[in-house]
């Protein structure tokens, strides 16, 4: 089952930031958040990863609530290629074995303006 | 440059017959996984290996079977196919339980006619 919630789609403009949010209220304390985005007719792509601290890398920024219950990956300068679908994943790191599997929801999917 | 391969990218097949699905990735990746993806449903995972002989069953098993002889393959095999096979099948490979990065192959598209 998933255990984050994503809205099904969002719109934005080309050269605008994107906040695209996820909602994981019953997440354990050794979950990662994991973040991968699915370009069309393409695997999807890691994007980004973080526990408890904002992280940012070249890609975007992860936005983590301080209660962990809920994230935000957020796309500083959308652009056309960044159209894709965006998947929220929580992530046992801590474990080895079947609960480090990436297990994917539905995602949102991110449209993209000119 | 270190990648990820899958073949064929298209493949039509008939009901009954066996299929086999390639995958190779030359990162000497221990973790790897075959998924598959149909509309509605997003990615679900099929089958997964830690490491050279381990195999474990995913959420969507039924139908598949895979076998790691060495580090670089997982090839999947849909011992016979149906109908409902009919798929996008994503391999993909991470270095370890603790590694963050996961890498996708490009995808194939099987038909099961």
């Known amino acids: 089952d998933a255990k984050t919630t994503q809205p099904n789609s969002m719109e934005s403009n080309e050269e605008e930031p994107v906040h695209l949010p996820c909602n994981h209220s019953t997440i354990s304390g050794t979950d990662y958040i994991h973040w991968y985005r699915q370009l069309p007719s393409q695997g999807p792509e890691y994007v980004i990863h973080?526990?408890?601290s904002n992280v940012n890398n070249r890609m975007a920024s992860l936005a983590i609530a301080e209660d962990r219950k809920s994230s935000t990956l957020i796309l500083h300068r959308a652009t056309l290629r960044d159209a894709a679908v965006y998947y929220c994943i929580l992530r046992d790191s801590h474990y080895g074995g079947s609960q480090g599997n990436l297990i994917f929801g539905k995602g949102t999917k991110l449209s993209v303006k000119p | 440059d270190a990648e990820i391969t899958q073949s064929p990218r298209h493949k039509i097949t008939e009901t009954g017959r066996q299929v086999t699905l390639a995958c190779h990735q030359t990162?000497?990746?221990?973790?790897m996984f075959w998924y598959r993806q149909d509309l509605g449903h997003g990615l679900r995972l099929i089958h997964y290996?830690?490491?050279?002989?381990?195999?474990n069953k995913g959420e969507v098993s039924d139908g598949y079977s895979v076998s790691r002889s060495n580090t670089e393959d997982l090839p999947l095999t849909l011992e016979s196919a149906a109908s409902s096979q009919t798929s996008v099948y994503f391999c993909?490979?991470?270095?370890?339980?603790?590694?963050?990065?996961?890498?996708f192959g490009q995808g194939t598209r099987l038909t099961v006619v």
């Open positions: 290996s830690y490491g050279v002989h381990d195999t």
């Open positions: 990162w000497n990746h221990n973790n």
């Open positions: 993909a490979s991470r270095a370890g339980h603790l590694s963050a990065e996961a890498f």
């Open positions: 973080g526990l408890t």
